[in-house]
T-cell receptor
């Protein structure tokens, strides 16, 4: 039973558009919520992370929005580019990391 | 600086065979991890180590054993492979206590098929 639920499974966005990936969790003991990016044939790499006492964190074109009361968080990729095409995993950390199932993002030129 | 490396990259096993996957890191990280990645399941933690000579079970440890005899190496063993262990295996490492615990560095993965 997955502790972090991620949606959608796949996403197609036009170049310049906004990509939005959503995650939900149940365990309120989680104290960090990172996002990882994985390109085909590579291992995941840390993209951005947020703590539950912060509602939003922005790094360049990537923004995490966090809703503690709803136990949900999301990744927004602004001005999406073909180079952003990858699989994105949300995760939640409390002594160990629990990953969502992943979202395959395709950005069409 | 190679980061995290994994050996081998690909392997095909018959049911019942054994093998060892090797992970090495050159970042002087204290913590190391083994994950498996399956379609629709994300990554799931198999075993981890918080230092040389220590290991602990993760979310899906059954059928696997690990050893960390040297700080830079973390070995994952399958004693009697089963088709359910067909997966992509990732090793990761992190600095350890006092650092950002979610900041893990992943290797390129080993694709294992058990027939």
């Amino acid at each position: 039973q997955q502790q972090v639920k991620q949606s959608p499974q796949s996403l197609i966005v036009q170049k310049g558009g906004i990509s939005i990936i959503n995650c939900a969790y149940e365990n309120t003991a989680f104290d960090y919520f990172p996002w990882y990016q994985q390109f085909p044939g590579k291992g995941p790499a840390l993209l951005i992370a947020i703590r539950p006492d912060v509602s939003e964190k922005k790094e360049g074109r990537f923004t995490i929005s966090f809703n503690k009361s709803a136990k949900q968080f999301s990744l927004h990729i602004m001005d999406s580019q073909p180079g952003d095409s990858a699989t994105y995993f949300c995760a939640a950390y409390d002594n160990d990391m629990r990953f969502g199932a992943g979202t395959r993002l395709t950005v069409k030129p | 600086n190679a980061g995290v490396t994994q050996t081998p990259k690909f392997r095909v096993l018959k049911t019942g065979q054994s093998m060892t996957l090797l992970c090495a890191q050159d970042m002087n990280h204290e913590y190391m991890y083994w994950y498996r990645q399956d379609p629709g399941m994300g990554l799931r933690l198999i075993h981890y180590s918080v230092g040389e000579g220590t290991t602990a079970k993760g979310e899906v440890p059954d059928g696997y054993n690990v050893s960390r005899l040297k700080k830079q190496n973390f070995l994952l063993g399958l004693e009697s492979a089963a088709p359910s262990q067909t997966s992509v295996y990732f090793c990761a490492s992190s600095y350890g206590e006092g650092s950002l615990p979610y900041e893990q560095y992943f290797g390129p993965g080993t694709r294992l098929t058990v027939t």
